[in-house]
Every structure is written in structure tokens, then in C-alpha cells.
């Protein structure tokens, strides 16, 4: 206990508590909203989209970051108006996230130098923050979640009925193209001092564990803002303990030993079924 | 200089692994595509990346780790995801821990240096230009299970991918083929990645049978169309990469982007066809535009998710 207390005496696990905390309460947040949206794809896909603008922000020699907003800002949009259905939206996804992929591998060949950074975004490492981009991160974790308190209701609304929301004139395909754009932008931010893999974990392990577990919505995303700060703690603090295990790989772990055995033995919150049994008797 | 360059082995061996593995990529793709399950795919190839960095750990071959992992993790996926509603979230799940997996892997494999990074980025890009004679030979064997595996289960999979309540009236095993299925998608997945990379995989699974289904309605002919895009797109790429003046862009930028281009032409042209189809019923209908939009979205999604009736580019099954 004592070690545990003795590491928080070092900036840069003190950093990357700060700028995980400030994460993962943003990411629970939209990640509640990705889920029962069913963009869990999306989610996967934006921060490895982000890879293609942060390669090819050092290419022309400009932030990553802004790199990172355009192209994951650009994506999000086409993601939210060409794909209209289940099936499309699975395959437009796919097809994007390739291309940026494929896009991104040609910047880095072009770009002869040293490009640590953009392998960062891919195999990122929460250890690694600067004092200032964790400022950056913690103001756009709180961005983000200001403008998903702006459309809580209308996106609730139009997540559990869209064809009612239709009907009661609430830009549903607006919202859904707003929601990635949100989620880009969280991608954008958080992906350069986390990588890819650990954003994506904090997006879909907390809000999954939470919705099996309680149903009412507010309840839930307070659920997985509990639980996304629990795992970024308790994994951030077992991997700086060890000092080899990468950070990602604990809390990965730690959030799928959680939701398994949700998974397995708690019985799914009633609302979602009573939402998914509306959905189908209207389809 | 070009003429020397295309008849060296390294442009080959790249030809031949990157024919069969697109070959094998978009006949799974048709069912990955009326399936939905382009995620499943992508999470399976990126599984397998965790896989192989753990064979090579242990000092196993790659593809018998990306295989066993692969195949472990679609089980999982297959009982944990009981409805197609539900299963992105078990997918999502799966493919964090394994990604976590991989990376842990690759940080013990490369421990002391800071290449593990880079490491990471040669298997996700694969490396279709070292290609070696050994890796063909895993390849096509693999690629022989998995399509015979495909053609073993084909008409109840395609039955039951098209119309699941009936399959399971009829008393076909729907569940059971679903796991089965992600099984063989999982091998395929194993193949791809270790022969083309993630990346280049992933764009073969998805693009060539999604243009294929938009633009033909016949399993059969959807199929060949798929196959012949998936092939003539990494023809493609491989050729552009090869032929390019000056400098050359690497094979993966060159076929995902023709990949992307040819799902998109697809897409296109299949709209017009489909807005043609969509005029000709509005002239004759006097309901007000707001009812219209309304009517519009709302058909659209019922003609793509009422089970029994193919959506608008599926094709007429018969069995």
C-alpha cells in the first residue's frame, strides 16, 4: 500500500491518472450512448482512423492534432450520411476505416524521419503525457461531455425510438451524424496520449458492463463513469507497479474480467429488452 | 528495369499469396456482408494479430497462434452473442482484451527496445513484398480448409443468412451454423492476416462482396462478381505499386484505396438504380412531403431488417 502511495510522488503517473480519469468519464459518457446505438464498430474505428491524420499532420510538418480533428472529424460525417442501415453502416465503417488505414501507412512511408508519435497512436502509452497535453485532453474530456449534456435528451430520444423521434420531428440522422462527430473528437484528443486500443476499451467496457447491470439511463452512465475511473486506476496503478506490464493491457483485462461474468450471470436490464422487442415489432 | 522488376520472385510469390488470399477473402466476404459482420471480421484479423505475436513468443509458427487464438475468440463471440442486435458489444469486448493481449505480447517480445511499436505497425500493414515460398504453401492449405468448410455448410448458411425464422422453422441448425461460420471466418481471418496483413485483409473481406452485393441480386453471380473484384483488385494494387514511377506507394495504400473505390462505385451506381426504381413510385403518390421523408426512411429500414424480405441488394435466395 505503502508503494502504491509512494508512486502518485511521480509526475508522470500523476499525469497519467489526471488525463485517464479525465478520459474515461468522457468516453463512459459517449461510450453508454455507442452502445445502445449499437456504433461500437464506429468507436473501434475512429481512433485507427485518427492514425492516418496524425501521419499525415508530420508529413506536412504541422500539430498531429489538427490532423487528427480533420480526418476523424471528416469520417465521422461520412460514417453518419452515407451508412443509413444496420447492414450499411457495418460496411461503410469497414471500407472507411481501410482507407484511412491504407492512407496513413503511405504517409509514414513517404515521410522519411522519425515517427514515434504516430506509432503512439496505434500501440499508445497512457506513461508517456506531457504536463501540457494533459491540459489539452482534460479541457476536450470536458468539451465533449458539455455537449453530450447539450443533447442528452433529443439523442436519448431518438437512441431508444428512432421512429418515434422521426415522427415527433427530432433530427434523428443529424443527431446520429453530431454523436460520431462527438465521439470523433474524443478520439481525436484522447488517442495521441493513450493510443487506440486503450480509448477504445474505455469507450465499450464500462457503458457494456453498466447496461447490463441497471437500465434507467442516467443510472447506467453514472455506472460506467464509476467503473471506467476504477479500471483506469487500479490498472494505471498495477502496471506502474510491476513496471512491465503495458497499461493498455491491464486495463483491457481488468475491464473484460468485470463484464464477463456480468455477461454471464447478470440477466440484461429490462428497458433494452422492452426496447429491442419494440424495435422488432415495428420493423 | 519494369520488365526485370515484374519477373523477379518477390513480385511472384506477392501475386500468387495475394491472389489466393483475396480469392479465399471475398467469397467469406459475401456472407460477411449479408451477414453484417464486417466487425466480427475486423476483430477476428486483429485477434489473430494478438495470436501470432504470441506464437512467436513462444516460438510457435504465427499462423497455429493466430488460428487457435482466432477460432477461441469466435466461439466466444458466437456463444456470447446470442442476437446480431447484441453481438457488436461482445465483439468489442473480445476484440479489447485480445488487442490488450497482443500488445502485452509484443511488449515482452521486444522488451528493452522501443521498436515493439514499430514491430506492431510491419504485422497490422503486412508485408506482402516478403512473401516467402514456405508462407504460400500454410496459405493455401489453410485457405483449402476454409473453403472447404464454406462449401460444406453452403446452402443452409445461405439459407439461414437470408432468412433465419424460416431456416429455423425448416429445423436448420441457424445457431449452430452462426458459430460455425464465425469459425471459418476466423481461419480465413488467420490465412489473411499472416499472408497480406490486417489491414489489406479487412479490405478484402468487405469492399469486393459489398459492391458485389449492391450491384447483383443471384447468389451465384454475386459471388463471382466478388471473387473477380477481390482478385483484380490486388492484381491492381500490386501492379500500381509496382509500376508507379518514382516512388513506389506501398501495396497496402494502393489496393485499400481501390478497395474503397470500388465499394463506393458500387454504392453509387446502385443508388441511381435504385432512385430511378423510387421515382416512378412517388409520381403516382399525392401524400405531402414530410409524410413522404417519413415513409421513405421508414420503408428503407423495414425492407432491410424485416426478416424473410432480402433488402434492397440482397439477392432472391433459393433453396
Partial sequence: MTGLIQLLRYPFIVNALVTGSAVAVAAAASGYFMVCRRATFAGHALPNIGFAGAAGAVLMGIEPVLGLFAITILAAVAMGVLARDLRDRDVTVGVIMTFALGLGFLFLALYSGYAQRVYGILFGSILGISVQASRLTVAAAAASLAALALLYRPLLFSTFDPELAVARGVPVSLLSVLFLVILAVIASLAVQVMGALLLFTLLVGPAATATRIVKSPPAAIALATGLGLLYVWSGTMAAAANGTIPVSFCIASISFLVYLPVRLFVRPASRHREAAGHQRRTA | ?319
Fill in chain 2, 1 to 319: 528495369m519494369t520488365i526485370q522488376l515484374l519477373s523477379s520472385d518477390i513480385f511472384r510469390n506477392a501475386m500468387i499469396a495475394g491472389t489466393v488470399a483475396a480469392a479465399v477473402a471475398s467469397l467469406v466476404g459475401y456472407f460477411v456482408v449479408l451477414r453484417a459482420q464486417a466487425f466480427a471480421a475486423e476483430s477476428l484479423l486483429d485477434v489473430s494479430f494478438a495470436g501470432a505475436t504470441g506464437a512467436a513468443l513462444f516460438g510457435v509458427a504465427p499462423v497455429l497462434g493466430a488460428a487457435i487464438l482466432g477460432l477461441g475468440a469466435a466461439f466466444g463471440i458466437g456463444a456470447l452473442g446470442e442476437r446480431a442486435r447484441e453481438r457488436d458489444v461482445e465483439i468489442g469486448m473480445v476484440v479489447s482484451f485480445a488487442l490488450g493481449l497482443g500488445i502485452f505480447f509484443l511488449s515482452l517480445y521486444a522488451r528493452g527496445s522501443a521498436s515493439h511499436a514499430t514491430a506492431g505497425v510491419s504485422i497490422l500493414f503486412g508485408s506482402l513484398l516478403s512473401v516467402q515460398p514456405e508462407d504460400i504453401g500454410r496459405l493455401c492449405l489453410l485457405s483449402a480448409v476454409v473453403l472447404a468448410g464454406l462449401a460444406g455448410v453452403f446452402r443452409p448458411l445461405l439459407f439461414s443468412t437470408i432468412d433465419p425464422e424460416a431456416a429455423r422453422a425448416r429445423g436448420v441448425p441457424v445457431r449452430l451454423l452462426s458459430t460455425l461460420f464465425l469459425l471459418i471466418l476466423a481461419l480465413a481471418a488467420a490465412a489473411g492476416a499472416l499472408a497480406v496483413g490486417i489491414l489489406l485483409a479487412t479490405a478484402l473481406l468487405i469492399a469486393p462482396a459489398a459492391a458485389a452485393v449492391r450491384l447483383t441480386r443471384r447468389p451465384s453471380a454475386t459471388l463471382v462478381l466478388s471473387l473477380c473484384l477481390g482478385v483484380g483488385i490486388i492484381w491492381g494494387g500490386i501492379l500500381i505499386s509496382f509500376l508507379w514511377p518514382g516512388r513506389h506507394p506501398p501495396v497496402g495504400f494502393s489496393v485499400s484505396t481501390l478497395a474503397a473505390a470500388v465499394y463506393f462505385i458500387g454504392v453509387a451506381a446502385s443508388r441511381r438504380a435504385y432512385a430511378r426504381r423510387e421515382k416512378t413510385i412517388i409520381i403516382g403518390d399525392s401524400a405531402e412531403t414530410a409524410q413522404w421523408t417519413s415513409r421513405k426512411e421508414s420503408t428503407k429500414r423495414s425492407r432491410s431488417s424485416v426478416k424473410g424480405k432480402p433488402g434492397p441488394g440482397a439477392p432472391s435466395h433459393r433453396t
